[in-house]
């Protein structure tokens, strides 16, 4: 696709189960971002891939979340045992490229909205 | 402590008017983004700032980047309904993986 895209859109999850987040990069973009953004909060980075390597997981914000990406392309984002904290909008971007120097660009996608009840 | 402050944190004008939004850094800005967000659209990116003195236009929309005051600024001239949205600025996250954001400025405009 054109764009970056996630899925699902929306995920409406019972607290204590297990949800995952996907995220399908621009097509040739190396670098791979996850950020959450609660209610009334601004963005807050979580993890970092370049290629398939997080370089970073600094950003998860518990053990409970959990990152992979597989063929330096799609990503999911796996958070375990839900709490009703977690209730956020999931963003994923991509980059081209990222070097010692500084950032390419960051292109979003559209977000998955989770809902912990 | 938040290392990117925006200002206002929300704005409300008439169509046709002007505006500004600032983005001012704790620390020295190497490069600066700017984001528009609208709800169920994710981020879109606007423009890019890496050197100091930097000015880029975007259709109605310019920002300029001052190294030494470590802030940019984003200006709409004429502004009209479809600029609404929440602008936000963002920074590298000077030397880390890390990627800064502001907390936003949330602009409506009234037709």
């Known amino acids: 696709g054109a764009g970056v895209s996630q899925s699902p859109s929306n995920k409406v999850t019972e607290k204590g189960k297990d949800v995952e987040l996907r995220c399908d990069p621009i097509?040739?973009?190396?670098?791979l971002y996850w950020y959450r953004q609660s209610l009334g909060q601004g963005l807050e980075f979580l993890i970092y891939f370049q290629g398939n390597s997080a370089p970073d997981k600094s950003g998860l914000p518990s053990d409970r979340f959990s990152a992979e990406r597989t063929g330096g392309s799609v990503s999911t984002l796996t958070i375990q045992r839900t709490q009703q904290e977690d209730s956020a909008v999931y963003l994923c971007?991509?980059?081209?490229?990222?070097?010692?120097?500084?950032?390419?660009?960051?292109?979003f996608g559209p977000g998955t909205r989770l809902t912990v009840l | 402590s938040q290392e990117l402050e925006q200002s206002p944190q929300s704005l409300i004008v008439q169509e046709g008017k002007n505006l500004t939004i600032n983005c001012t850094s704790s620390k020295t800005l190497y490069g600066l983004y700017w984001y528009k967000q609208k709800y169920g659209e994710g981020l879109i990116f606007l423009m890019m700032l890496q050197k100091g003195g930097e000015e880029k236009s975007h259709e109605k929309i310019t920002a300029k980047l001052d190294e030494k005051k470590q802030q940019s600024s984003l200006h709409i001239t004429a502004s009209q309904p479809s600029h609404a949205g929440i602008y936000l600025c963002g920074a590298d996250g000077w030397g880390t993986y890390k990627y800064i954001f502001g907390t936003g400025t949330r602009l409506k405009v009234l037709a």
């Open positions: 097509s040739g973009h190396t670098a």
């Open positions: 971007a991509s980059s081209l490229l990222r070097d010692s120097v500084g950032t390419d660009t960051q292109y």
